[in-house]
């Protein structure tokens, strides 16, 4: 019989259903609780690890993690938007016109080659 909490009731030890597993890393990675509470909410007796165990098993995070910050860390980085990333692709765009004009007066100004031409040796 499974109860409310997606465990097995039949046995000594809870035996959590895959959907359960997978609800309990979504709100993990929702990054609104720890891992304390979320145990305590779901009423997972097992030990701490347990939800990073789950976390490896359904690919949320690679097996090479050692740790919850560093998955943290991870999640943080794979939540910038694609806004942030074309921002920033802006900016460099900006950054490289700058050099290239910086770099056309310096040769003008000093009478100086600075990039090398292609068809020269």
């Given at each position: 019989?499974?109860?409310?909490a997606g465990?097995?009731?039949?046995k ?15 709100e993990y ?53 694609s ?28 009478k ?10």
């Open positions: 019989m499974i109860n409310c465990t097995n009731t039949t000594r030890y809870s035996n959590y259903s895959e959907e359960f597993k997978r609800k309990v890393c979504e990675i929702k990054g609104t609780k720890t891992k304390a509470e979320i145990k305590s909410q779901y009423g997972i007796k097992s030990s701490t690890s347990i939800i990073l165990d789950w976390l490896r098993k359904f690919g949320y995070i690679e097996s090479k993690i050692s740790s919850i910050s560093e998955f943290q860390f991870m999640a943080k980085r794979q939540q910038s938007t806004k942030d990333v074309e921002k920033e692709n802006e900016d460099l765009k900006l950054q490289l016109q700058m050099y290239k004009r910086m770099i056309e007066i310096a040769e003008k100004e000093f100086i080659s600075i990039i090398k031409k292609s068809d020269s040796k």
